[in-house]
């Protein structure tokens, strides 16, 4: 071999050697056990262990159970085999254990595989509105998190187009909205307010409203209540008045339609200026800083609009007790928000 082709040679030789040792080396690592050749390491598995335990073990799923962190949870084994059936990884189910409530597992058991990893972080997704929230997210190029809030309050559909029932309607955490409605309720224990016996308001929210008129008075604030407590037959004859006069599309800004009023709960009281027709400015502000200590939010404000559909009521006061009054204002959200991610 001539001398100037040896060196190249040589080098070239040396190369492909140490790249071959070098996959050699971190292909024996990867793929084969550690310990010896023969007998494939069995990982301590709790999972493991309670599957074989169970009588829903499934030879096919031995390497899987080892795989998934054990969870104290009803027909885990089962759930598992389910989850594996869909496709999902062993990664993926750890994660559906950690972050997802068993309401929206056992809905995913009995649907197609979902894209789960977008919700991990969104505690209060929910697996069957999931193609909703795709939908709005495209539409509105929001986050994930504002997609869902946005579609739990109902707002991918018109106000009033798809309507459900208010939960809980005797507590005074109940919603309504343009989504929510009492129908017919009446609240069983309205008291009247000091001012007139034509104001009521329930037991609770009653007294703490004569602490916050009294309260006010002592920094010089002078209110009183124009409306509280509104009956079902009430809203539709004051509704329909606005509509006569507005037609339907304006008085919607303004008034509720009937069934779907905070006045019909007892929990709301509008209030005026002693002496005027009116809320004046003045008040208006010791109301928004103070009302939250009294267990009151001012429910619709003009950011708010595209979430309530109604226009600003500085007037309009809801009882939601002391600690979810504080909290709403604090946290500068529309209590339909603030239900969803809380109260529900
Ligand atoms: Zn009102």
Same mark, same amino acid.
């Given at each position: ?5 040896? #060196?190249?040679?040589?080098? =070239?030789?040396?190369?492909? =050697?140490?790249? *071959? ?54 027909? *885990? #084994? ?11 990884? =062993? ?5 559906? *254990? ?18 789960? $990893?977008?919700? %991990? ?6 697996? /069957? ?36 029932? &208010? ?13 929510? &409605? ?14 007139? &016996? ?10 703490? *409203? ?44 303004? &008034? ?6 905070? $006045? ?5 009281? /509008? ?39 109604? #226009? ?26 603030? %239900? ?5």
């Amino acid at each position: 071999m001539k001398k100037k082709y040896f #060196i190249p040679l040589l080098i =070239t030789s040396i190369l492909i =050697t140490l790249s *071959f040792c070098t996959t050699a080396f971190f292909y024996n690592k990867k793929h084969i056990p550690s310990t010896s050749k023969e007998v494939p390491t069995m990982k301590n598995s709790k999972t493991l262990d309670k599957a074989l335990e169970s009588s829903s073990f499934l030879e096919k799923n031995t390497t899987k159970y080892q795989e998934i962190d054990y969870i104290d949870t009803n027909q *885990f #084994i089962e759930k598992i085999n389910k989850l594996l059936d869909l496709e999902y990884s =062993t990664h993926e189910i750890n994660n559906i *254990f950690k972050y997802i409530n068993e309401k929206n597992i056992e809905k995913m058991l009995t649907m197609e595989k979902i894209n789960v $990893h977008n919700y %991990y972080q969104v505690p209060n997704f929910e697996v /069957d509105k999931i193609s909703r929230y795709e939908k709005y997210q495209n539409i509105h190029n929001c986050s994930i998190e504002e997609a869902v809030i946005k579609v739990n309050i109902g707002l991918d559909h018109d106000f009033y187009t798809q309507i459900e029932l &208010s939960e809980n309607v005797d507590e005074y955490t109940v919603l309504v909205n343009k989504y929510h &409605s009492l129908e017919n309720y009446e609240p069983s224990d309205l008291v009247s307010l000091s001012y007139s &016996s034509n104001y009521k308001l329930r037991e609770k929210a009653a007294e703490a *409203f004569e602490k916050l008129v009294s309260a006010a008075k002592l920094d010089n604030v002078y209110i009183r209540p124009y409306s509280a407590y509104r009956s079902y037959e009430t809203q539709k004859r004051i509704y329909n008045n606005y509509v006569k006069k507005d037609g339907q599309m304006l008085a919607d800004t303004y &008034s509720a339609r009937p069934g779907h009023s905070e $006045h019909q709960t007892g929990f709301a009281v /509008d209030v005026w200026s002693e002496g005027y027709n009116e809320i004046r400015p003045n008040d208006a502000n010791w109301l928004k800083e103070n009302a939250p200590n009294f267990g009151f939010i001012i429910r619709y404000t003009e950011e708010n609009m595209p979430i309530t559909g109604y #226009i600003e009521e500085p007037w309009h006061l809801r009882y939601l007790g002391e600690d979810i009054a504080k909290d709403v204002t604090e946290k500068n959200i529309t209590y339909d928000e603030y %239900y969803d991610l809380y109260i529900k």
